[in-house]
């Protein structure tokens, strides 16, 4: 497996943007020359045209001024264009890099992370990566720059100034620290009492029936007054710190400007500079305050980003699905024949959650799947349709490994319907062909027609055209309804059903029992079930626990010799009845 990481997508980055950078270096030098210049040529005129008072070059030199001042922002707005520009691709190629990744990662990963952990590396740790690079490193080498330019123009101006200067800046940095450090703790906190505080008004929102219900509404007000409290405690903190770090550097800015002019004043004259000398050395010194507040913060900015770097990076280190190279296989598809073969399987390892199945399933028939919560149905059913790998054996269809069957052909083979039916964002047509455009409308029609839904589809103003914007107007059942339609749209020859009638009343899970069975004509079908109208079609049933396959046979034989089905039966049959 081919290893990735941010540190070599940036450098990906780089070389596919050299003439970016290049440009931006000479920005960046542009940038700094043309921010020191200025206070020389106040110098000049300052010490030719006012002090000695010549008209000699006046207008000359004071255009000279403002076109260099014009340069400067024109230069700094380029540079923070170009770092934009860079930013984005760096933003784009981790992307684009993490969404391949998406293509490759083993389904096992999605079992132990959270979808919004997946979205959260996306999205959030990309654009912290980012900015680590655009607002981090690369600030911080402009803002090292503008220090030493400044620092030379200084000592050039007069080596007094540049000693009082190198002083000046190890405490100016300190101070910033010092703020900043207690400024981020009070935003990363009062972040989290925002999160608490959205959190609680959607959860209020959500369970609002629940909390009118038993009279609930003082103790969630209650809640919710703590929890402002508390974030009002934080933002103080924030607030203060802002409030009275900006007056401290204003006041030592004030301060060295008034020791600097009394030091060359007429009286003292300590420093042995011009009047120019002075106005320009004050104008340097001032500009240092703005690019070592900044360092600061880029430093900041940096350490925060470097855990973003980690989880990205954490993120391309997953274990991948290793598929061989099938360029033909043969399936004939009228008759299925699946074997599985000594298949074990754990999400962790040591963590078996099947072990050692061995079952055959002959074409066109009937396996229902049943045993107590936990025992690995679901997890088995993942593994024939090949989103899992087995740890140890295999699942065959006619002899070739399901696993290695490309995904681009597996919808063909395949028609699997989950207990819950997600609706995306489109028509109603889109719901059943997913947006595959090889599905034609007739074929819709046709899927729509043998779960018994096409009379009502047709009833909408725009058939099956009508944008769906909520799942309103379908009723439960006839989601699992357009569930089947979806799974039967390609004609495939196996059905996979994940117990699609756990959630249903007793008069709708009759009627999708009878369209399955319509729908099942020459097909092979494997159900996860625990109700008995369910396991009445199979022509066999396979018993799990623990993992393993416990009992299998036909309906007629487990009720001759295994306890567990017996009873289960007898229950089912006192809860319906």
């Not at 420093?271 to 070592?292: E, N, Q, R, Y």
């Amino acid at each position: 497996m081919k290893k990735y990481n941010v540190k070599n997508s940036v450098i990906n980055t780089g070389k596919n943007n050299k003439g970016f950078i290049a440009l931006l270096l000479v920005l960046v030098g542009a940038a700094t020359v043309s921010s020191i210049v200025p206070p020389l040529i106040m110098k000049q005129l300052i010490d030719y045209n006012f002090t000695l008072k010549t008209d000699d070059k006046l207008i000359f030199t004071a255009v000279i001024y403002i076109l260099v001042i014009f340069a400067s922002g024109a230069l700094n707005f380029l540079k923070e264009a170009v770092l934009t520009v860079l930013g984005q691709n760096i933003t784009k190629d981790i992307r684009l890099l993490m969404v391949e990744k998406l293509e490759r990662i083993s389904a096992s990963y999605y079992s132990k992370n959270e979808s919004g952990q997946t979205a959260s590396r996306l999205i959030n740790d990309v654009d912290a990566v980012s900015s680590m690079f655009t607002s981090g490193i690369a600030g911080m080498a402009i803002d090292l720059f503008k220090i030493i330019g400044v620092l030379i123009s200084v000592f050039y101006l007069s080596r007094g100034l540049g000693i009082i200067t190198i002083v000046l800046l190890p405490a100016i940095y300190f101070l910033t620290r010092f703020f900043q450090k207690r400024m981020l703790g009070a935003q990363v906190e009062n972040r989290k009492q925002v999160g608490e505080v959205n959190n609680h008004i959607a959860e209020s929102f959500k369970n609002i029936f629940m909390i009118k219900s038993f009279s609930k509404e003082d103790y969630m007000e209650d809640k919710y007054v703590s929890i402002l409290e508390n974030n009002y405690d934080t933002l103080e903190k924030v607030n203060f710190y802002d409030s009275i770090f900006s007056p401290i550097i204003r006041i030592i800015r004030a301060a060295v400007i008034a020791f600097i002019a009394v030091m060359s004043s007429k009286e003292l004259h300590y420093l042995g500079i011009s009047v120019g000398m002075a106005a320009a050395s004050i104008d340097l010194i001032s500009s240092l305050f703005s690019p070592v507040e900044n360092l600061g913060m880029e430093l900041q900015s940096i350490q925060k980003s470097l855990s973003g770097v980690k989880r990205v990076d954490e993120f391309l280190r997953e274990e991948e699905d290793i598929k061989e190279d099938i360029n033909e296989y043969e399936l004939d598809l009228t008759s299925i024949d699946i074997r599985f073969n000594n298949v074990s399987f754990a999400y962790e390892k040591g963590k078996e959650v099947l072990k050692n199945i061995n079952i055959q399933v002959n074409p066109c028939e009937k396996v229902t799947f049943t045993g107590r919560t936990g025992v690995g149905k679901s997890t088995l059913f993942k593994l024939v349709v090949g989103l899992l790998k087995p740890t140890e054996g295999n699942i065959t269809i006619n002899g070739t490994d399901v696993f290695q069957i490309p995904n681009k052909d597996k919808r063909k083979i395949f028609g699997y319907v989950e207990q819950n039916f997600h609706m995306i964002k489109g028509t109603v047509a889109d719901q059943v062909s997913l947006g595959d455009k090889d599905i034609h409308t007739d074929n819709i029609k046709h899927a729509l027609r043998m779960v018994g839904l096409l009379e009502y589809v047709e009833g909408f103003e725009n058939g099956c055209d009508t944008f769906v914007k909520n799942d309103n107007i379908f009723s439960q059942g006839q989601k699992q309804l357009l569930s089947i339609a979806r799974a039967l749209v390609n004609n495939p020859p196996i059905l996979i059903l994940d117990e699609i009638t756990a959630n249903l009343d007793q008069v709708t899970e009759e009627k999708i029992v009878s369209v399955l069975e319509k729908a099942g004509e020459n097909r092979t079908i494997l159900t996860i079930s625990h109700r008995l109208s369910s396991m009445a079609a199979a022509d066999k049933i396979v018993i799990l626990e623990n993992g393993r396959v416990k009992n299998y046979g036909t309906p007629e034989m487990l009720l001759k010799n295994d306890e567990w089905y017996k009873n289960h039966i007898k229950l089912e049959n006192l809860t319906w009845t």
